[in-house]
């Protein structure tokens, strides 16, 4: 009888036992994803895999990273997050299904576009899944509001977004009464690739006080050529530091006819954070911060 009064008490106090900021009042929650599919959470879920990197920050700055279980093995930031059991890579090739059910998430939130795959084979699993795919700010406030609310974490995420809302209001602020100078951002050199209207890249230009030469292009990231950029004669070339990538006057200057572009001949030409600005997590908004120090002078 002793013995069974225990596994009562120990029983209660699971049912009970609360992660410590979460906000149960909204439970039952049922939300709807990017992909229209209705989710359904009877309480906020206690061990969550997250598919992206982006989600991976979102989670862990909404406070919510006690309850993550797993990650990709590119979600290197927060450095907690590192601690967690990895399933797999980003693409949806490359997650290890056999991982994720060994971690008996009560939820998967991933990616629509790059995890596509992967929804059938988790819903005949009967696995909880969230898919987001935020494609501008406004949205990523959206999927951060989310987030918070799948979390129990509503209040956690308004902050985030309210912190990032206040770093954006302090970049555009840097530019005044100004011109917005034109602004080349190089993705790749071979080929030349650069980033059109439709990215996280061209709006943050545009929220620092620049103008993307290319934002009139519809195609996420079109291939040029040299004689388009000399057209466009952009005053900064701009560029992220992934893959250890290094862009510097003096190589610029080889290429035909760049050394006439204003930004090779004034020497504007910069590299950011790609990890804040590829990612569509809280740093979007300390990337903005960054390109306005790079075009209006450090603070």
Known sequence: MNIRKCFLWIALFILTFELPGQDRTG????????LGRTLTLAEPPRRIVSL???ITEILFAVSAGDQVAGVTQYCNYPPEAQSRSK???FSGATVNIESIVRLQPDLVILSSFMHERLIPLL?????????????????????IEQIGKLTGKSQKSGEVIAGMKEKIRRA?????????????????DEPLITAGGNTFISEAIYLAGGLNVFADLKEQWPAINTEQVLLRSPAWIIAGDDHGKVIEPKALSRRP?????PAVRNNCIALVSADRLYRYGPRLADAVLSIADILWGGL
């Open 87 to 89: 399933v797999g890579g």
């Open 257 to 261: 006819g760049w050394s006439r572009i």
């Open 27 to 34: 439970f039952p929650l049922t939300v709807q994803d990017v």
């Open 123 to 143: 819903e005949r699993l009967s696995i909880p899944i969230f898919a987001v795919e935020p494609q501008n700010f406004t949205e990523v406030y959206q999927t």
């Open 52 to 54: 992206s990197p982006g």
């Open 172 to 188: 555009e602020a840097r530019r005044g009464n100004r011109e917005r100078p034109g602004v080349f951002w190089e993705l790749s």
